[in-house]
C-alpha cells in the first residue's frame, strides 16, 4: 500500500510540474482521429519517407480548387495524394528525413511550407520548378531539410492538399503532425519553421486561433521560427495589382496560381471575367482563401505604386479604365487573421525567433519597391511582433529574396543556431 501511494503521490506531482512548465508528457500513441491511409519508403529529393494522413475530425471540407487545374496537386505529391489531383482538405503528408530516428539534437524540427508550394521545393529541391521556384537564376538541388538533418536535427516536412488553403484547417494539421512526431520518437515538443504563408498556419496553431470545430493548442511547442512571414500581414497583390495580374490572367498569358485583386480586366483588347481568382468568395467561387488571411493594409505605411494602370480602384475599389475590383477594404473584412492573431497572442512559453530576407530581387515577377522588403513581404511585416509573447531573436539576411530564405546558407545557419 505504501508503494502504491507513493507512486499516486510521484504521478501527481509530474502532473503539477507539467501543468506549470506547460510542457505536456510525450505521447505514447498518434491521436485516435487521425489514420495513416499510406507510406512510400522511396521518395525523391533526400527524404526517407512520406505518409499521408486523414484527420476525421468533423469540420474539414472539400476546399475549392482553380477549375483550370492550375492548383491540382503535380510530381510525386499527385501519387502521395492517391493520385487525387484536387485532395480533401482533411489529408496531409508527412515527410521524414534521414535522421529522424537518430539525430543528436533532441528536439524535433517540423518545417512548414507556404503558399503554392510543396514540402520537396521548399524544403529539399530548390531547384525542382526552376528559377521561378526558387527565387534566382541558379538553383541548388539541396535545401533547409539537407542542412538540418547532416547536422543532426530530427527534421520532418508537413505537406497540404491545398496550395492555397484555409489557414485554419491546416494550422490543426500542423497539430495532428506535431502530435505524430511526438508519438514515433517519445518527446514531449517539436521546434516549428514556417515559411511565408507557413507562419499563418503555425501561430495560429500556437495560439490557438481555430474553427469553432478546431482544437486548441496542446503546449507541444518549444520554439517557433518564422521565416519571411506576413506577421504584419500584406497588400502587395493590391499595391501592384496591373503587373500582378499579368502573371495570373490566362488572357494575358499568366499561368501562376495565385488570386487576383480584380475581378475583370482587360486584356489585349478583351474584357474578360475571372471570378474564380478573386480573394474573396465571388460567383460561387472561393479558390484562394489562405490569402485572404494574410492580407492588412500598408497604403498608410508606404502608399500604393501609382506607376501601375488604375492603381487607385484597384487598391480601393471600383471600375477603373482596363479593370474592376473590390478592393482591398473588402478582401480583409471577409477574413483577414492578421488581427485575431495578433489579439490572441503567442504563449511566453514558446520562444519565438522572426527572420526577414532583404532584397527584392525574385526573378519573374514584380518585386515590392515601396519600401524595404523580401520581394514580397516588407521586412516591417516579417519583423513583427505584435502579440509574441517571448521574442527569442530576430535577424535580417540582406542578401535573400523571399524565395530564397527556404535554402540560402546565411538563413539555414541563423535558423540552426535558433534552434540549438
Not at 537518430?102 to 512548414?112: I, R, T
Not at 503532425?177 to 508519438?183: D, G
Not at 497583390?237 to 495570373?248: C, L, T, Y
Request: hydrophobic share 35%; glycine share 14%.
Amino acid at each position: 500500500m505504501v508503494r502504491k501511494s507513493g507512486g499516486w503521490i510521484l504521478a501527481v506531482l509530474l502532473a503539477l510540474l507539467t501543468g506549470l512548465v506547460g510542457v505536456p508528457a510525450a505521447s505514447a500513441a498518434p491521436p485516435t482521429h487521425l489514420t495513416m491511409e499510406a507510406s512510400y519508403n522511396s521518395p525523391a529529393n533526400g527524404w526517407e519517407r512520406v505518409e499521408r494522413y486523414l484527420d476525421t475530425t468533423a469540420g474539414f471540407r472539400q476546399e475549392q480548387y482553380p477549375p483550370d487545374g492550375r492548383g491540382d496537386q503535380d510530381g510525386q505529391r499527385l501519387t502521395f495524394f492517391g493520385g487525387v489531383k484536387q485532395p480533401y482538405s482533411g489529408r496531409f503528408l508527412l515527410y521524414s528525413a534521414p535522421g529522424w530516428n537518430s539525430g543528436a539534437h533532441q528536439v524535433p524540427v517540423l518545417l512548414v511550407h507556404g503558399a503554392n508550394d510543396n514540402p520537396d521545393r521548399a524544403w529539399a529541391n530548390p531547384g525542382e520548378s526552376g528559377g521561378y521556384g526558387c527565387g534566382t537564376a541558379s538553383c541548388p538541388n539541396t535545401g533547409l531539410m539537407q542542412y538540418l538533418s547532416t547536422r543532426g536535427y530530427r527534421v520532418f516536412a508537413i505537406g497540404f492538399a491545398h496550395k492555397q488553403g484555409d489557414n485554419l484547417m491546416q494550422a490543426q494539421e500542423v497539430g495532428d503532425a506535431v502530435a505524430l512526431i511526438r508519438a514515433r520518437l517519445g518527446v514531449p515538443q517539436v521546434d516549428l519553421v514556417g515559411w511565408s504563408k507557413g507562419e499563418m498556419s503555425t501561430r495560429a496553431y500556437v495560439s490557438s486561433v481555430k474553427p469553432s470545430w478546431g482544437r486548441p493548442y496542446a503546449g507541444d511547442v518549444r520554439r517557433l521560427v518564422t521565416l519571411g512571414g506576413p506577421n504584419g500581414g500584406y497588400d502587395y497583390p493590391f499595391a501592384h495589382g496591373w503587373a500582378h495580374d499579368f502573371s495570373i490572367w490566362p488572357e494575358c498569358g499568366g499561368k501562376v496560381n495565385a488570386p487576383s485583386p480584380h475581378l475583370r480586366m482587360t486584356c489585349y483588347g478583351t474584357y474578360q471575367a475571372h471570378p474564380e481568382y478573386a480573394f474573396t468568395p465571388t460567383g460561387g467561387y472561393d479558390d484562394y482563401p489562405g490569402q485572404r488571411q494574410m492580407l492588412a493594409r500598408w497604403d498608410g505605411t508606404y502608399g500604393v505604386d501609382q506607376s501601375q494602370q488604375d492603381w487607385y480602384t484597384t487598391y480601393y475599389g471600383g471600375q477603373g479604365f482596363y479593370t474592376d475590383g473590390t478592393g482591398i477594404q473588402p478582401a480583409i473584412a471577409a477574413g483577414s487573421l492578421i488581427t485575431p492573431l495578433h489579439q490572441a497572442g503567442i504563449p511566453a512559453q514558446v520562444r519565438t525567433f522572426l527572420l526577414a530576407g532583404g532584397t527584392p530581387s525574385i526573378l519573374g515577377i514584380f518585386n515590392e519597391n515601396r519600401g524595404p522588403s523580401d520581394g514580397v513581404v516588407f521586412v516591417s511585416s516579417a519583423l513583427d511582433t505584435t502579440g509574441v509573447g517571448t521574442v527569442g531573436g530576430t535577424a535580417l539576411v540582406a542578401g535573400a529574396n523571399h524565395l530564397e530564405l527556404g535554402w540560402n546558407t546565411t538563413v539555414a545557419a541563423k535558423v540552426a543556431g535558433w534552434l540549438d
